[in-house]
């Protein structure tokens, strides 16, 4: 239980870890863009409501920069015979647990929060939501710490890199990866949003 | 009540770690015994499971997706396990 957890893919990588990825990722936008979560490649936040298509290119564009930096990083660093599909499938997998972070919103009263983050209002809330923001807050990062975890796992069985070359090149990736997401949202919402 | 106790052939010398040679070999059938200095073989000097993973991916005709479905591991797991036996054979190769 405990590896499955922590580290699935010995057991599940290729075709099989894509499917039930792109699913989770799926559920995961559709949740989301009901309650104005946005994703980036590792980053989650409150945002002003965009449309649907919105939520889904976020959603596959941060996948996508991921599976691709990792790909190349796989194929400078590492001297064995690396399957694309396994890079982004297991990638995809690794996403799954945010799917917790977006049923957090259907359960916790998020109605402020949410539109101080929206509408960048400076700290003005009562006690109660602020008992919800740190809450959220602290489950949002745990959650989050474990996606990188699995995503690290991922990058680690898929490309079989290990010790200081894995974790160096896995990290400066995953900053590559975050920072190339977030400017094709800049591009994206300032040309094609109204 | 006899057990049945696998033996394991070491890797080295106990002692000090060298590598060890063969002196002795002998013929359950006939009793005959061959005394000498004989070169261990490559694949006795990994350990077991190595052993059985070699034989498996024999078996399976060298074929990895067979062996992950074996093994009930992941592909990228499997490949993995047959890059770490590579390193190790290169490695023995060097020192011998």
Redesign the interface.
Known sequence: MKKWLFNP??????TK?LLIGLAGLFLIILLSSLNQIHYGAIGIHFSKDTPLWFYFAQGIIGWLTTGIIFYIAGKIFS???I?II?VFG?NAFARIPDILVSLIAFILPLGNIKSMAQNKNSLDLGTSDMATLIVVTFVTVIISVWVIALMWKAYS??C?LKGAKGAWSFAIGLIIAEIISEIAFYFIRHNCLV | MNTLVQKRIPQGCPSCGSRIKVKKLSCDQCGTEIDGSFDFPMLAAFDPDDQTFIINFIKTGGSLKDMASIMKLSYPTVRNMLDAIIEKVKQWEKKN
Do not use: K, L, Q
């Open positions: 893919f010995e057991f599940i990588a290729g870890s001297s064995s015979s399957r396994d297991t069985t898929s079989n």
